[in-house]
């Protein structure tokens, strides 16, 4: 059954580091999402791609925080410098519909520890 | 934006015992998931149901969207069940999913 891959499953980094984080979607799904979930909460969106175009930021702390999805397939996330708040999990998920929803599938999740 | 509250924020239970959860949104949606979130933080498919009701073994959904409620039903809960419930809901319009707080449910043995 195809997945949504992502790596790393854990990162413990000290803040001010640098963190990356890689997710590879379900074959053939053109939309990508990057959700952010604190300890207790829901997910709530960072980004969402259709093919290579950003179509939602409006989340993204874009002061420390960036993506890309240059070839319209697999995606990084990017945390530069990392704050003892972006403690949390880091949740990738594709659909297969353009833009318009469809229906969403996640991967494992990077679970992130700033110190 | 659509707002999404889930109901109970916690539920507790005895193994074999039936529940109920429930998820409330504030606008018209195209698309609503219900997740269940397993210990290691992954989020699992359950339903995908923007209207009307389905069952898959022990656990069934209904949308009533007009009145903009769905609920997630489980039959004969197993501690296997424990975790937490998401429900997502794409607003119309919107492109995008936003999920409601969770319930989160314990099932002793």
């Known amino acids: 059954e195809a997945e949504v891959a992502q790596s790393p499953r854990y990162k413990i980094t000290e803040k001010s580091q640098a963190v990356a984080f890689w997710c590879d979607p379900i074959?053939?799904?053109?939309?990508l999402y990057w959700y952010r979930q604190i300890l207790g909460q829901g997910p709530e969106l960072l980004v969402q791609f259709q093919d290579e175009s950003v179509v939602d930021d409006s989340q993204l702390p874009k002061d420390r925080f960036s993506a890309e999805r240059l070839k319209g397939v697999d995606s990084t996330l990017k945390i530069q410098p990392a704050e003892l708040g972006d403690s949390a999990m880091y949740l990738c998920a594709s659909s297969q519909e353009d833009r318009a929803g469809g229906e969403l599938f996640f991967g494992e999740g990077s679970r992130l520890t700033v110190l | 934006g659509i707002q999404v509250e889930q109901s109970p924020p916690d539920l507790i239970l005895q193994e074999g015992a039936n529940s109920t959860l429930r998820c409330n949104f504030s606008?018209?949606?195209?698309?609503l998931q219900w997740f269940h979130q397993n210990p290691w933080g992954q989020l699992i498919n359950l339903f995908y149901?923007?209207?009307g009701t389905k069952q898959n073994g022990r656990l069934s959904a209904t949308t009533v969207a007009t009145e903009r409620y769905s609920l997630l039903y489980i039959s004969s809960s197993q501690t296997t069940d424990s975790g937490v419930y998401f429900c997502a809901v794409e607003g119309s319009g919107t492109y995008k999913y936003i999920f409601g707080t969770g319930t989160r449910l314990k099932v002793l043995a």
């Open positions: 149901i923007p209207s």
């Open positions: 074959s053939g799904h053109a939309t």
């Open positions: 606008d018209s949606v195209n698309n």
